[in-house]
Nanobody, 125 residues
């Protein structure tokens, strides 16, 4: 199985930027499609972005399109989420996740079999 560790969360003002990183260890990273979820207090976990095994295809939630960019570096076993123009409603715990399933759309929570512990992102107004 693959182990995932997120980093890069923090406190930022509205309009600012953050880059989240997800380091993968264990199985061959290119076997997995990977993505980001977030969960705000009192809300359900939301799929934010995903990227295919090769990195050739990306998918985004409507709420982050044009502001967030997902990428991966298969040589380094890393995945990233560049978040620009952050809004207070982006405040949440962000999780990276991995899936052995071929993806052709933004995956749902049940498509992923492996999860990181999460990193807190707080956007102040």
């Amino acid at each position: 199985q693959v182990q995932l560790v997120e980093s890069g969360g923090g406190l930022v003002q509205a309009g600012g930027s953050l880059r989240l990183s997800c380091a993968a260890a264990g199985r061959t990273f290119t076997n997995y499609a990977v993505g980001w979820f977030r969960q705000a207090p009192g809300k359900e976990r939301e799929s934010v972005a995903a990227i295919s095994r090769s990195g050739s295809r990306t998918y985004y939630a409507d709420s982050v399109k044009g502001r967030f960019t997902i990428s991966r570096d298969n040589a380094k076993n890393m995945m990233y989420l560049q978040m620009n123009s952050l809004k207070p409603e982006d405040t949440a715990v962000y999780y990276c996740a991995a899936s052995l399933v071929y993806i052709s759309r933004l995956p749902s929570e049940t498509d992923y079999g492996y999860w990181g512990q999460g990193t807190q992102v707080t956007v102040s107004s």
